[in-house]
């Protein structure tokens, strides 16, 4: 099991530029999570999948920001256009049945997205 | 709604000496709780779950937590910190969506 697998690690772009964040869940997870994290605010759910299928998408602070979740081993988190502001480590993380007591949050290594 | 209140931002310890990070929840009844360890640049993993079965839960490295109801606690402890304890710890409450504490970050000194 490879785990979760985020690309790339480490992300430095203008703002103004459109950035793409990639996810590889866990083989047979059925749900699929964005995190951000910052010191000021911690970590907040952006927005998750169930079968590829987004479920809750209130946590992304605006339209600049969309994912997608095309097929069952990949997903994107774009940014477009970026901002300072969203300098952040963006985590994706994977479960299987979500929900239950015994379906913890498996997490990728993070993005650390800086934009100057 | 659901939070979990982790008390301690920083808890720094001497190695060999006893662990304690402290997490409240809150909830109208009982609900799954996990732990979670950051290490630097890395992503979160799982320590151990509450899922009702016991009240004292023992996870990866020495690491245990007890789930008391009556103070709707569940405190993170381990009998000797070892340096490569360091790093940030969560509490968490596992329903939908999962609710993250502010996080605890764990210092050893040698």
């Known amino acids: 099991d490879a785990g979760v697998i985020q690309s790339p690690r480490h992300e430095v772009t203008e703002m103004g530029q459109e950035v793409t964040l990639r996810c590889k869940p866990i083989s047979g997870h059925d749900y699929l999570f964005w995190y951000r994290q910052t010191m000021m605010r911690g970590l907040e759910l952006l927005i998750y999948f169930n079968n590829n299928v987004p479920i809750d998408d209130s946590g992304m602070p605006e339209d600049r920001f969309s994912a997608k979740m095309p097929n069952a081993s990949f997903s994107t988190l774009k940014i477009q256009p970026s901002e300072p502001r969203d300098s952040a480590v963006y985590f994706c993380?994977?479960?299987?049945?979500?929900?239950?007591?015994?379906?913890?949050?498996?997490f990728g290594n993070g993005t650390r997205l800086t934009v100057t | 709604a659901q939070s979990v209140t982790q008390l301690d931002s920083h808890v720094s310890v001497s190695e060999g000496t006893p662990v304690l990070l402290r997490c409240n929840y809150s909830?109208?009844?009982?609900?799954?709780l996990f732990w979670y360890v950051q290490h630097p640049n890395k992503g979160l993993q799982l320590l151990l779950k509450y899922t009702s079965a016991a009240t004292l839960v023992k996870g990866i490295n020495g690491f245990e937590a007890e789930f008391k109801k009556s103070e709707t606690s569940f405190h993170l402890t381990k009998p000797s910190a070892h340096m490569s304890d360091a790093a940030e710890y969560f509490c968490?409450?596992?329903?939908?969506?999962?609710?993250f504490g502010k996080g605890t970050r764990l210092s050893v000194i040698a």
């Open positions: 909830s109208s009844y009982s609900p799954s």
């Open positions: 968490v409450s596992g329903n939908t969506p999962l609710v």
């Open positions: 993380a994977s479960s299987f049945n979500y929900g239950t007591a015994n379906s913890p949050l498996h």
